[in-house]
């Protein structure tokens, strides 16, 4: 069977270190010391530990991570295959339910997957003529099998894009970067929804719009975790409600009730409580981030019940909405329809955070 690699997850081309200066620390990306795919799976994994100023310090990260089991961060990159003379990757999903796959003309498929699912998939010994490209793009994810010499990563084609629509976007206290994304250039809009994916760094949101987020099935989440990270190493603030900021006998509760839980768990952790239970104080209102991929097909479904529909919660609609945007930017006929019932119902323009 002769195997083609088709697309693989590559960095948002609006990102620099200059044009991150000042925001975030997304910056962290660029002293990573693997690929940019590694640099992207180590930097979500420091997300959750709140360690992005280490990037790079620790060569072992991704496998000690792997090994103990948050392999929630081989997650967030993708790659795509193109098998031709066989039928046999028709069946894969059958070994591996997070595999995408789609025909690809005569006897011939397109197969994506995260990077724990070509692990999972080598490790039943399943395509293994991916190997050599899978560790052009992720070495560190696959040094259990050995020496395999690395193919070098195919060069392809600059993504097609307008980098102006996709620079880190403001939702009042919160922010969305596009990190990374894939862009299988094929002809078959089937396919490109299926093998198309973006990761999101989203920043400054509450824990209760992050719990809508998380569930939804079809997507890979790393969160910042309240288990490893304390309220004062995180520097968490509340994140107010728009109906609670403008109505100031509310929003002076809502600050005392903050105050005074602050206190509470600075308190308990006097007392010797670790960070993992001293956390059963923190209200829903406790600001979060996190990182985010899904493919296209899951991203279209998110947007449907989170963007475009008045429904949706107005702090998960907003972050919607500038996801649609940059989404929008990088796969308009993916998401066309999204982008006019978009414009239709919400005048045509981004919608103010409420
Ligand atoms: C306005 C609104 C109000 C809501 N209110 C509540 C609430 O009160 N309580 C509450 O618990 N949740 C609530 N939810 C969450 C909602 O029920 C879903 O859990 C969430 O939106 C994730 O979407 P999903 O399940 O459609 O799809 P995803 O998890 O994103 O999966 C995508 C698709 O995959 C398929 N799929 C995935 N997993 C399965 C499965 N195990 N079985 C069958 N099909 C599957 C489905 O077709 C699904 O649409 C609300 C959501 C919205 C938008």
């Known amino acids: 069977m002769s195997v083609e690699l088709v697309a693989f ?16 620390d997304i910056a962290a990306l660029w002293r990573g010391q693997g690929t940019f795919q590694e640099n992207l799976i180590e930097y979500a994994g420091r997300v959750c530990y709140r360690s992005t100023h280490r990037m790079g310090t620790a ?3 991704i496998v000690d991570r792997v090994r103990e089991g948050h392999e929630d961060i081989i997650e967030h990159v993708v790659v795509t295959f193109r098998f031709a003379h066989t039928q046999e990757p028709a069946t894969w999903r059958r070994a591996n339910r997070h595999c995408e ?14 990077t724990r699912v070509w692990l999972d998939l080598l490790r039943q010994g399943i395509g293994l003529e991916t190997l050599p490209f899978l560790r052009a793009v992720a070495p560190r994810v696959y040094t259990e099998f050995g020496d395999t010499a690395p193919t070098e990563a195919p060069e392809l084609p600059p993504a097609q894009v307008e980098p102006g629509r996709l620079l880190p976007a403001p939702a009042g206290n919160a922010r969305v970067t596009l990190l990374a994304f894939t862009q299988p250039l094929v002809e078959d809009p089937q396919a490109r929804l299926h093998h198309g994916s973006a990761t999101f760094l989203v920043e400054g949101v509450s824990r209760a719009c992050t719990h809508q987020f998380v569930r ?54 006097a007392q010797g409580i670790r960070k993992e239970d001293a ?76």
């Not at 997850?9 to 975030?24: D, M, Q, V």
């Not at 963007?307 to 649609?324: C, N």
């Open 9 to 24: 997850t590559r960095p948002n081309p609006a990102l620099s270190p200059e044009s991150l200066a000042g925001i975030s």
């Open 59 to 61: 060569p072992n990260f």
């Open 101 to 114: 796959v789609t025909p690809a003309g005569e006897d011939a498929w397109l197969v994506s997957g995260n």
């Open 216 to 269: 939804h099935r079809l997507a890979s989440f790393s969160q910042e975790s309240q288990r490893y990270v304390s309220l004062e190493k995180g520097q968490w603030k509340a994140v107010v409600p728009p109906a609670i900021a403008a109505n100031p006998a509310a929003a002076q509760r809502m600050e005392e009730a903050w105050a005074y839980l602050q206190q509470a768990y600075a308190d308990l952790r």
């Open 279 to 354: 956390r059963f104080l923190l209200p829903n209102a406790a600001e979060t981030r996190l990182v985010v991929t899904m493919n296209f097909a899951a991203w279209s479904h998110f947007l449907w019940l989170r963007a475009v529909d008045r429904a949706a919660q107005w702090e998960i609609r907003a972050v919607g909405q500038r996801i649609l945007e940059m989404l929008h930017a990088i796969a308009p006929d993916v998401f066309a329809d999204h982008w006019q019932v978009y414009q239709e119902s919400f005048g045509g323009a981004v919608e103010a955070f409420p």
